[in-house]
């Protein structure tokens, strides 16, 4: 076993104040209680759990953590900001360490990149009717990540029961929406 250099560097400190900036939270002030990872719904699916993922940004390792796959599986649920005894909001930080990962251009795993296409097919439709069209969203999403019969039979039999949509109304406050989402593009190009 390796010792590990629990110091941190000019270059780390960057790094440590650039995700608090960008997350609005005092990463600082998390003492690993492991409340999060322990009530977060995702943390078996992810490579690194959350609690780490915070520990890593508090050593200012920014290789690691905007490498590991656990920054794109967060759900954005807030359970692990709800159980924080000290008010951290993970989900927030996890949140902007995606950001700061996306604008390096950061090669992402295949897992990662499925995330990405579904969030940003979710993104797609809410933009175009106001709210979420299920159908052409998981279609979507299936054709574009090459599985364009996925879950087919379990479609079929929802639009055959009336659970899901094949067509849909937009929203009465189409405005509404495309301001919001001007908006998110202005604080995007700042």
Not at 25 to 33: A, E, F, L, S, T
Not at 95 to 111: C, S, V
Request: charged fraction near 25%.
């Amino acid at each position: 076993m390796s010792a590990i250099n629990l110091t941190t560097t000019l270059k780390h400190e960057q790094f440590i104040e650039q995700v608090s900036r960008e997350s609005g939270q005092p990463v600082q002030q998390c003492y690993q209680c492991g409340k999060c990872t322990a009530g977060c719904p995702i943390a078996f699916s992810m490579d690194v759990p959350p609690n780490r993922v915070m520990r890593m940004v508090q050593l200012g390792l920014r290789e690691t953590a905007l490498s590991c796959n656990s920054i794109w599986l967060c759900a954005y649920c807030s359970t692990c900001s709800v159980r924080c005894p000290k008010n951290v909001n993970l989900a927030q930080v996890m949140d902007a360490l995606r950001i700061i990962a996306g604008k390096e251009k950061r090669a992402k795993t295949a897992r990662a990149r499925h995330v990405e296409l579904f969030n940003r097919n979710f993104l797609n439709s809410i933009r175009r009717y106001g709210r979420l069209h299920e159908f052409e969203t998981m279609t979507m999403y299936n054709l574009k990540s090459g599985q364009p019969f996925k879950n087919a039979d379990t479609g079929l039999y929802m639009l055959s029961r009336g659970k899901l949509k094949f067509l849909i109304q937009k929203t009465s406050q189409m405005d509404q929406v495309k301001q919001i989402f001007a908006r998110v593009k202005e604080l995007e190009e700042k």
